[in-house]
Nanobody
Framework: QVQLVESGGGLVQPGGSLRLSCAAS????????MAWFRQDAGKEREFVAA????????DYAVSVKGRFTISRDNAKNTVYLQMNSLRPEDTAVYLC????????????????????WGKGTLVTVSS
């Protein structure tokens, strides 16, 4: 069966960095557009970043552009999210998602129509 397993979350001070990973199995990873979303308690799930199945196109939420970088390694069936200059408002559960051959720029609008979701990893930014 398909599994998306996130890792790399934790507690970090404001201004710090974390790298999240999402390992995929049970699907043809090289044909999946991948995205990161985040959700804080009591709030809607929010788009963070996406990368196309070929890795040649990315998209970011305005709130993270210039601070976060999404990348993928199709040989390892893994997508990454490098998060720098973290802020307290970045605190959330970060979830990985996959959708078959979708443009990266469309992933945010298709939040409710992903093919697969991981269970998430908690990122807490606090001093």
């Amino acid at each position: 069966q398909v599994q998306l397993v996130e890792s790399g979350g934790g507690l970090v001070q404001p201004g710090g960095s974390l790298r999240l990973s999402c390992a995929a199995s049970g699907l043809t990873f090289s044909k999946q557009t991948m995205a990161w979303f985040r959700q804080d308690a009591g709030k809607e799930r929010e788009f963070v970043a996406a990368i196309s199945w070929l890795g040649d196109s990315t998209d970011y939420a305005v709130s993270v552009k210039g601070r976060f970088t999404i990348s993928r390694d199709n040989a390892k069936n893994t997508v990454y999210l490098q998060m720098n200059s973290l802020r307290p408002e970045d605190t959330a559960v970060y979830l990985c998602s996959a959708r078959y051959r979708t443009t990266a720029q469309a992933m945010g609008a298709l939040r409710g129509d992903m093919d697969y979701w991981g269970k998430g990893t908690l990122v807490t930014v606090s001093s």
